[in-house]
């Protein structure tokens, strides 16, 4: 049964993930990354082909100096990699052909440390934890701990700054034990027109950033235990034109203790496509969330504007108050919510969440829209709202949900790479407009 609060946070799926992790790592080792010395001179140029000029991405990583360019050929690539160094480009020449394999193994694919670094043009999966991470983290022991929850309790963010400036672009991330692509203490960013799908937790993950100053746009989720989740991450944060669909739930934007920097405020969402979040084919969520398009669990003064919302079987659009984190200021305007077990439901006390202009066939309570229109103040507050009722089926283990079809490659991988400085630069978020065909990635004006 879908309840509100198991919508929002897979608390006990971390503390499993880190026990997993730490098995692994007692078993098989940190990984090739070990090496950190490597065994050819820096070649003439500014771009190191694997496997050219080095056996492994690794020892060219090693190498590589500021700015440059880490060029990976087709083949299966199994190691877990570090970018530590600042500017770096990691791109595969191929997206289908350049694999990264955890085996179910190895703990993170690509971590990255390096201010302004880049991962594009590839594919990572199973790993135990996640399949690209950038964050400000340079303590390896908390990285191999999948970097969040219960291993930080919460980070030390003096101690770890965010880094500043990442991208990822045409990534395929699948059947990794936590999140495909994760931002976390990580600032300045984009992920863009990336594939992921049957991670154990999040497909994308964007959490404790402040400001985030990052945004999500033109990618495809399905086959996630989540879609997209924000944790904790606030400010300057834009979540466009992404098609999520085919999850257990769609979207989450969450307030929690276990991160630092909560509660969590002021991202946008627009524009997007969540439908059908009611998948059997998916990795079952520790909390049991099930057929939710977007959940809101205590954020505070979020837009969600412009989305098409439909065919989630529990709810579409749900608010709802956390322990410790009521959610306020919320405002959800304009989107084409329709078709799911309850359309709008409002399960927060603060009369400051509103919703307007959704065109919701079932509100929960009844009369949402007429009772907390927005722009209408002076309201008290409601009875709590109720999604439908919905069994959640079993899961299928992260590792055994098949593999996705070829993604669109780079046209030219030898063009001149561009480092993740000067974002996300100028976004307008009024450019994506409400969708009309749930089966398209969506498109800006």
């Known amino acids: 049964m879908a309840a509100p609060p198991a919508v929002f946070r897979a608390a006990a799926l971390r503390r499993l993930s880190v026990l997993v992790v730490s098995v692994a790592m007692a078993v098989a080792g940190c990984s090739s990354a070990a090496s950190k010395s490597a065994d050819a001179r820096h070649p003439a140029g500014s771009v190191l082909r694997v496997p050219e000029d080095f056996p492994t991405v690794q020892k060219a990583l090693d190498v590589a100096r500021e700015g440059e360019t880490v060029l990976i050929g087709p083949g299966v690539y199994r190691e877990s990699v570090y970018v530590a160094k600042p500017r770096v480009v990691v791109r595969g020449t191929d997206r289908n052909a350049v694999v990264f394999d955890g085996g179910v193994r190895l703990v993170n694919g690509i971590t990255v440390t390096g201010a302004g670094s880049v991962v594009e043009n590839l594919t990572v999966h199973g790993y135990l934890a996640n399949g690209v991470l950038f964050t400000g983290v340079t303590d390896e022991r908390l990285q191999q701990h999948g970097a969040g929850g219960s291993a930080y309790n919460p980070l030390d963010t003096a101690r770890f700054p965010a880094v500043q400036g990442f991208r990822a672009t045409r990534v395929t991330a699948y059947d990794n034990g936590l999140y495909g692509i ?225 993604q669109p490659s780079m046209p030219d991988p030898a063009v001149p790479a561009s480092a993740a400085t000067g974002l996300p630069g100028a976004v307008d978020p009024d450019a994506y407009p409400l969708p009309t065909d749930a089966g398209a990635v969506p498109q800006p004006h």
């Open 182 to 406: 994760y931002a976390f203490d990580a600032r300045g960013g984009v992920i863009e027109d990336s594939y992921t799908s049957g991670q154990a937790d999040s497909g994308i993950y964007v959490g404790q950033c402040r400001p985030c100053d990052t945004v999500v746009r033109g990618n495809t989720m399905e086959h996630n235990a989540v879609g997209i989740e924000l944790t904790n991450a606030s400010e300057g944060l834009l979540v466009l034109g992404n098609r999520v669909a085919g999850n257990r739930v769609g979207v989450t934007v969450n307030s929690n203790d276990q991160e630092a920097l909560a509660p969590q405020h002021g991202a946008v969402i627009a524009g997007n496509v969540v439908a059908d979040n009611n998948a059997a084919d998916t990795p079952e969520q520790a909390d049991g969330g099930f057929g939710i398009g977007i959940g809101i669990g205590g954020g505070t003064g979020n837009r969600v504007q412009r989305n098409l919302v439909q065919g989630n079987k529990a709810a579409g659009v749900i608010v709802t108050d956390p322990p410790g984190h009521p959610a306020s200021g919320n405002r959800v305007e304009g989107n084409r919510v329709t078709g799911n077990g309850a359309d709008l439901v409002l399960a927060a006390a603060d009369p400051s969440n509103c919703f307007s202009g959704n065109q919701p066939a079932t509100q929960s309570p009844d009369g949402l829209e007429g009772l907390a229109g927005c722009g209408a103040g002076g309201r008290s507050a409601l009875p709590p709202g109720q999604p439908a009722l919905v069994q959640a089926p079993p899961g299928v283990p992260f590792s055994q949900v098949p593999a996705p079809s070829t």
